[in-house]
């Protein structure tokens, strides 16, 4: 029989069973996280990114030790960019990627594309053997990847979810993880924001709408105690 860990957190404690448990690492990519990625040109501050690149990486570390799958959102665009669908879908309009690099020719092709430096994950985060990597063009993990398969295909119920920035992807991927019957925590300390008061709007909502809310130190805890 499985073995159930409480796992401290708000607005309760709440029990999961590692065995049906994977880490979600949302978008820990330079465009959103490096001076000079695409997030920072587009006039957002990523000052604040080296602890919560610290943190996750002890999460990931932490998550690989107690074999809980370490699953990676990688967010971007084919060079042909044949995932947006042109003007006709809302992406084409609302990507603020997307529109700097047609505004900037320079940047044409560089941004959030597959190949490119501003796509690939930070190097202190870089995926290990055994971790899988989910490729995705849209806010949410979910959105025409094969992620809700590949947590079914494990039998995952709890999902454990860092990464950036916290009310776009995080926050888009928590509220369909909660559709789809899943149990969302959000380890505060391993997530950013993009803008002024967004970190507190999104923790609210998941605590108060959509999940729970923990830290890494928690989580470590947690593992620890079940090893």
């Known amino acids: 029989m499985s073995r159930t860990v409480q796992l401290a957190a708000r607005p309760e404690p709440i029990r999961v069973v590692p065995e049906e448990t994977a880490l979600i690492v949302v978008d820990m990519q330079n465009a959103y996280l490096s001076p000079g990625g695409y997030i920072n040109l587009v006039g957002f501050d990523v000052s604040g990114s080296p602890p919560v690149i610290e943190e996750t990486a002890q999460v990931v570390a932490a998550c690989r030790a107690a074999g809980i799958p370490v699953i990676y959102l990688q967010n971007g665009f084919s060079p042909d960019q044949r995932e947006v669908g042109g003007p006709s879908a809302p992406v084409w309009h609302k990507s603020n ?14 941004l959030i594309t597959h190949g490119t430096w501003d796509h690939a994950i ?20 979910f959105a025409g990847t094969g992620l809700e398969q590949i947590l079914a295909s494990r039998r995952i119920r709890t999902l454990l979810v860092a990464g950036v920035a916290t009310n776009v992807c995080v926050e888009s991927t928590i509220r369909d993880a909660y ?36 830290t890494g130190a928690e989580v470590r805890a947690a593992l620890h105690n079940n090893q």
């Open 122 to 141: 930070v190097d202190p985060l870089t995926p290990e053997p055994g971790d899988l990597v989910v490729p995705k063009s849209r806010y949410s993990g």
């Open 97 to 110: 990627a997307l529109k700097f690099m047609r505004a900037n020719e320079a940047y044409a092709g560089k």
């Open 179 to 214: 559709h789809r019957e899943f149990f969302p925590v959000m380890i505060t300390d391993a997530t950013m924001a993009a803008g002024p008061g967004a970190q507190e709007a999104t923790e609210f909502n998941v605590e108060k709408f959509f999940g729970w809310l923990s």
